[in-house]
């Protein structure tokens, strides 16, 4: 079987955004590829069974393949699923579903796309790393890590050494998120260990704020807020910045659509007063990305007419205004089938900064 393990050193390094846009570019150059995520921990339902939400991401966005779960995401670990199975060990069963989902991958394309689930250690409690089910698979790596010097070789040599105890070889590497005033320096010192290692750089993706941004209802999810008023398309505005207290002003680094509103429902008119005032003495229409409305009390109905009227979309929280500040700096915004621009922008970095004929050769 023609395949690649894309795995990544931990959660949040960009392991989805960069599988996403090697499909779509080998998709581009006509290479029949199919997709599955052998093992995976958050889902959705489709069809009565549980699914990855990458699966259903990658079917949804790519349109290339109907979703079927058996297929694309034969294990799931859910809540509680690991307790249940260290009781009683199933990994027998487990390894023949990841196993009938590749044959029928394999009669249906010419090459295959794994997709990795946390850092390679994730399942081992299970008996079903990361190393291991590439070791299954009979498949190569690909290992999306952050870019940096030394942390990255470090986190690089000890995922490395999981995947050589399974005799599984990683090929390629990319370096994800690295900032583009250290991309020369990360490449000078990194790209020589990574050969001398046996491993090829396919490429630095460089750091993109468009990718780390929250849209509105990422902000309502982890904030456990309510959304009082707003156009259902404002849900998927991204906010650059949160704007904490009744009379904070812009930083100016971000676009005022893009600005988030946090404030205490007592402060609610005056805030939104103050921001108007700021506008007009800079010239510029009176534009947030929302107002996110905290602790408890009444709201004001005048303050809630001009957003209304302006299209600003108003959240409400239980959570005082430093709480939903802290819940929203731990947000980490994730691509998903609600965000077709990020979905799109992935793909063209990808497109744009990995070397594609070192990844060609790898699926040969």
Same mark, same amino acid.
């Given at each position: 079987?023609?395949?690649? +393990?894309?795995?990544?050193?931990?959660?949040?390094?960009?392991?989805?955004?960069?599988?996403?846009?090697?499909?779509?570019?080998?998709?581009?150059?006509?290479?029949?590829? %199919?997709?599955?995520?052998?093992?995976?921990? #958050?889902?959705?339902?489709?069809?009565?069974?549980?699914?990855?939400?990458?699966?259903?991401?990658?079917?949804?966005?790519?349109?290339?393949?109907?979703?079927?779960?058996?297929?694309? &995401?034969?294990?799931?670990?859910?809540?509680?699923?690991?307790?249940?199975? /260290?009781?009683?060990?199933?990994?027998?069963? @487990?390894?023949?579903?990841?196993?009938?989902?590749?044959?029928? *991958?394999?009669?249906?394309?010419?090459?295959? /796309?794994?997709?990795?689930?946390?850092?390679?250690?994730?399942?081992?409690?299970?008996?079903?790393?990361?190393? =291991?089910?590439? !070791?299954? @698979?009979?498949? =190569?790596?690909?290992?999306?890590?952050? %870019?940096?010097?030394?942390?990255?070789?470090?986190? *690089?040599?000890?995922?490395?050494?999981?995947?050589?105890?399974?005799?599984? #070889?990683?090929?390629?590497?990319?370096?994800?998120?690295? /900032?583009?005033?250290?991309?020369?320096?990360? =490449?000078?010192?990194?790209?020589?260990?990574?050969?001398?290692? $046996?491993?090829? *750089? *396919? %490429?630095?993706?460089?750091?993109?704020?468009?990718?780390? +941004?929250?849209?509105?209802?990422?902000?309502?999810?982890?904030?456990?807020?309510?959304?009082? &008023?707003?156009?259902?398309?404002?849900?998927?505005?991204?906010?650059? !910045?949160?704007?904490?207290?009744?009379?904070?002003?812009? &930083?100016?680094?971000?676009?005022?659509?893009?600005?988030?509103?946090?404030?205490?429902?007592?402060?609610?008119?005056?805030?939104?007063?103050? #921001?108007?005032?700021?506008?007009?003495?800079?010239?510029?229409?009176?534009?947030?990305?929302?107002?996110?409305?905290?602790?408890?009390?009444?709201?004001?109905?005048?303050?809630?007419?001009?957003?209304?009227?302006? $299209?600003?979309?108003?959240?409400?929280?239980?959570?005082?205004?430093?709480?939903?500040?802290?819940?929203?700096?731990?947000?980490?915004?994730?691509?998903?089938?609600?965000?077709?621009?990020?979905?799109? =922008?992935?793909?063209?970095?990808?497109?744009?900064?990995?070397?594609?004929?070192?990844?060609?050769?790898?699926?040969?």
């Amino acid at each position: 079987m023609k395949s690649l +393990y894309i795995a990544a050193t931990s959660q949040h390094v960009g392991k989805t955004t960069n599988t996403l846009g090697m499909l779509a570019a080998l998709q581009k150059r006509d290479v029949k590829v %199919g997709y599955s995520k052998p093992l995976g921990q #958050q889902f959705h339902t489709v069809k009565g069974k549980r699914v990855d939400k990458d699966a259903v991401l990658f079917s949804e966005t790519l349109k290339t393949f109907e979703l079927i779960p058996d297929i694309h &995401s034969p294990v799931i670990l859910g809540p509680g699923d690991t307790a249940e199975l /260290l009781d009683d060990p199933k990994t027998d069963v @487990l390894e023949r579903k990841i196993l009938h989902a590749a044959e029928t *991958l394999n009669k249906d394309y010419e090459f295959t /796309l794994y997709e990795g689930t946390g850092h390679p250690g994730v399942g081992s409690v299970v008996g079903l790393s990361n190393a =291991r089910v590439a !070791e299954l @698979l009979e498949t =190569r790596v690909v290992l999306v890590l952050e %870019g940096g010097i030394g942390n990255t070789i470090d986190r *690089l040599a000890l995922c490395k050494a999981l995947f050589d105890a399974h005799g599984v #070889q990683i090929v390629g590497v990319i370096l994800n998120k690295v /900032l583009p005033q250290k991309m020369d320096k990360i =490449r000078q010192y990194v790209e020589p260990w990574i050969e001398a290692n $046996g491993m090829q *750089l *396919l %490429g630095l993706m460089p750091y993109d704020s468009q990718l780390v +941004y929250p849209s509105i209802k990422h902000v309502v999810k982890v904030v456990k807020g309510e959304v009082i &008023s707003g156009a259902k398309e404002t849900m998927n505005t991204l906010v650059h !910045e949160a704007l904490a207290g009744g009379t904070s002003s812009p &930083s100016g680094e971000h676009p005022p659509e893009n600005l988030l509103l946090v404030v205490s429902r007592g402060r609610f008119l005056e805030s939104l007063h103050h #921001q108007q005032t700021l506008a007009s003495e800079q010239g510029r229409d009176f534009k947030l990305a929302g107002v996110m409305l905290t602790s408890k009390g009444h709201v004001s109905s005048k303050a809630l007419k001009i957003c209304e009227e302006q $299209g600003i979309p108003v959240i409400t929280t239980d959570f005082d205004t430093y709480q939903a500040v802290v819940k929203m700096s731990h947000l980490v915004a994730k691509i998903d089938t609600k965000s077709p621009a990020k979905v799109q =922008r992935a793909i063209d970095l990808f497109e744009e900064n990995i070397d594609m004929e070192k990844l060609l050769k790898l699926v040969e």
